[in-house]
């Protein structure tokens, strides 16, 4: 018998802890221990790995994690009722388990880790989008993070790995697709958790590249984009009008016509301009 077996069902913890989900907060947790197992071996081999994770509410996918034999897991959680909770999953791993109560978009986790480190997540969507787009785009590559396995509204994993020329094409694709391999590895319906939310879930793993696809500055290939999508329906040269006098130029020269929409220009290109932007 593991340790993961001799802790209490995921229904009792949330009983015994007072744990009513708070939407606030983004409270939908995974109480089946099969699916959080299904998810923590999507992250990938975790043996030699310390792994970083986000929002573990009552502990589900932590659980998940040590048991698929994370060297060490860093938990960083909002919600001080939950400490209680990973207190337990805390003593039955030994020294594996370190709980952080704090804000993720405040707290450095670095200090905590040594590398190789994954990250791994079921994180409220909005604070997952705005943490996965700061993991892409640090001045400096490789990032500290080999892969990120986090879960998504299926709508905004969509976003991450959409192609040119789809709706779902944009600043998300874009980011993730320069520096990382982004996938789809599991969809999941809203009844796998706890309360249901309104909407279809799908965990996305990104594995970072040793080298971005293409040369670029991060931040001007962030601003490019950002303000090419902001009106994707305009023309690139009116879309981008206010970021250079001679944006037509600059578009042709990157092999973009002035009068394509962003969603038609791909990686390579977007990747071009930021080229011409920061030698201009
Ligand atoms: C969708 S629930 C998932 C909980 C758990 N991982 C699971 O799968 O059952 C999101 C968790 O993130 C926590 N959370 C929300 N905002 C956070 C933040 N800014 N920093 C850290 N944790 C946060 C919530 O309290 C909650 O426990």
Known sequence: MSAIDDLPPLREVIDTHGLSARKSLGQNFLLDLNLTAKIARRAGDLTDCDVLEIGPGPGGLTRGLLAEGARRVLAIEKDERCMSALAEIEAAYPGQLKVINGDALEVDPLSHLTPPIRVAANLPYNVGTELLVRWLTPKEWPPFWQSLTLMFQREVAERITATPGSKAYGRLAILSQWRANANIVMSLPPGAFSPPPKVHSAVVHLTALPEPRYPADADTLSRLVAAAFN??????????????????????????????????????????????????
Do not use: H, N
């Open 231 to 280: 009106q994707r329906r305009k023309m690139l040269r009116a879309a981008l009008k206010g970021q250079a006098p001679d944006i037509e130029d600059r578009l042709l020269a990157a092999g973009i016509q002035p009068t394509e929409r962003a969603e038609r220009v791909s990686l390579e290109q977007f990747c071009a301009l930021a080229r011409i932007f920061k030698e201009s």
